[in-house]
């Protein structure tokens, strides 16, 4: 599904808007959905050539040719992008980035964030300048990512976020409960593991954006 399919998909369903695009990273292009004080955004494949000449940009391709509707989703990190690097680096968790970019606002301003590619079994982590709240009336409910070893995965998530211990949700599933929106590790016996699904919501509806290998990105909504 390319970017524009994704966003146009996303636009018609949940009625949440996108900024025009930017250079997520040299060789592909994104589009920021701002929920509150967090986004969204979705990201696509531009120019194969320009995007592969790079580590983050090779890290992202193998990436999206996994799952369609890549979205990277604003997660709090403690200490900033930088040490938060750092650290990450020396617990010898993979890491890709970082790579600033700016997105514009409707002001007509811009707004600088930072990514970070940790791998297949984490989000694409996003810092930004956390003092600017936008106009929406959407916020981010949730992000859920499935584990091939469960206990293992809370673990790095713990060492890599800061995260206190995770609340367990039956014998199957940990969660975080953050100021954007939580983080659902669940158990996945079969397939790939890895980023699976978005949750945002309005003050009515909820809205589960799920990536499906067979089905492409689905979007299911739910009344609050």
Known sequence: MLRSQSVHKLTKETGVRFSAPVEAIPGARGQVA???KGFLEVIAEE???KLRNTELGTGFAEFAERQEGIF????EVSGGLASFIDDAKERGVPYIGPFMQQAPLSDGLHIQFGTAFLGYDMPWLIEYEQSRAWDSPFRLSGIEVSAANLSASAQQ????YHLSAPV???EAAYEWQLDRGGIRLIQQEQGQPGFSAVTIADKEREYRIEFVPEAGMTITQSSL
Not at 72 to 75: E, F, I, T, Y
Not at 157 to 160: D, F, G
């Open 34 to 36: 701002y929920l509150g």
């Open 47 to 49: 120019d194969s050539d």
């Open 168 to 170: 367990p949700i039956g």
């Open 157 to 160: 998530y713990r060492q890599v």
């Open 72 to 75: 990277g989703v604003a997660l």
